[in-house]
């Protein structure tokens, strides 16, 4: 029997306990680098063949500790991450509907019960992170916690219509959504288990949450963030030129994104974050630059964008 969760609902938001102890701080990131027992791993190198030209959202994948207690255990083309503890598990996204089963698999396979999630939260409202939510649900009976923003498009399995994809997202599995999360409110699973904060930053999504925790080896301790989507990416027909109103998150985000404490940066899509290749011990798994380089290049990305669709304008 788990212990009492920690977590309580109040007023339709999130309320928290005492904080729990802190953690001891990171190792140094060369120690890490040299440590075989961190990087690379069998199982990353394993997880890294194994989608070795394989990205689609589906292609199942085979699980792999990133860190302490906390997994992947997604597809090739999407992430989804396992928190674990002794009072009860947290998952991160929820890949597409079909990937439901062999998320289910590997959470399994690496000896823990499905039936012990107790929350499922994700990074944003689209098919390809949030689709199997229905399906995980059902087979965990974990509760579904996600910002405001995100919660219509989960209840109704429809795209904000101010969506810049808008049409070009398939519908999902419409899903109850059980409470609301604020920025920086964290989640506290028992008596400090695990602690997990929710960052908003929209701009790919109304909805878009980032995660931030701390994972532990034994004395040693990272922190890891899981950076939702930052790319600026739409229909062909709409132009961000003529939307001030969803340009101006995404620069709000960039700014936010900065101070976010970040050993090992996850993200959605972990091609984004040269995941499979960091994992294998092809590259640092512990990099404290990754987050800001992504932003960054997310930044310049959108620079990009709007400098061409200007040029566009000019032309006509």
């Known amino acids: 029997m788990f212990a009492r969760l920690c977590i309580w609902m109040l007023a339709g938001s999130l309320a928290a306990c005492a904080p729990a102890q802190p953690l001891s701080g990171p190792l140094p990131a060369d120690q890490y680098h040299d440590a075989s027992s961190l990087n690379p791993r ?31 255990v997604g597809t090739c083309g999407i992430s989804v991450i396992l928190i674990t503890s002794d009072q009860g598990h947290i998952l991160i996204d929820g890949a597409v509907a079909p990937a439901a089963p062999a998320i289910l698999a590997n959470i399994r396979a690496l000896g823990f019960d499905p039936r012990d999630i107790r929350f499922i939260v994700g990074s944003h409202e689209h098919d390809d992170h949030m689709g199997g939510f229905a399906a995980l649900k059902a087979a965990t009976g974990a509760q579904i916690w996600v910002r405001e923003a995100a919660r219509i498009a989960l209840e109704t399995g429809e795209v904000d ?20 999360l604020r920025d920086g409110e964290p989640i506290r699973l028992g008596e400090g288990a695990i602690t997990l904060t929710p960052h908003a930053t929209p ?17 040693n301790c990272a922190n890891i963030a899981y950076i ?40 959605p899509h ?4 040269n995941f499979f290749a960091r994992m294998a ?3 640092p798994l512990i990099d404290r630059d990754a987050c800001r380089a992504l ?19 000019a032309a006509q």
């Open 228 to 267: 939702d989507s930052l790319t600026a990416r739409s229909r062909d027909d709409y132009r961000f030129s003529d939307h001030p109103e969803r340009v101006a998150p995404y620069r709000a985000t960039f700014t936010a994104l900065r101070s976010v404490p970040c050993d090992i940066l996850l993200t």
């Open 281 to 283: 011990g092809d590259a």
């Open 42 to 72: 069998a199982e990353g190198r394993r997880l890294a063949t194994a989608c070795a030209g394989r990205n689609g959202w589906g292609d199942a994948a085979p699980p792999a500790r990133i860190f302490g207690n906390s997994y992947y």
């Open 203 to 219: 701009g790919h999504t109304s909805g878009s949450t980032s995660w931030t925790w701390q994972s532990c080896e034994g004395p």
């Open 161 to 180: 219509a101010a969506d810049p994809q808008a049409g070009t997202i398939p519908q999902m599995t419409p899903v109850a959504v059980h409470a609301i």
């Open 295 to 313: 932003v960054e290049r997310s930044r310049a990305a959108l620079d990009a964008r709007l400098a061409r669709e200007a040029r566009q304008e």
């Open 270 to 273: 972990p091609e984004v974050a």
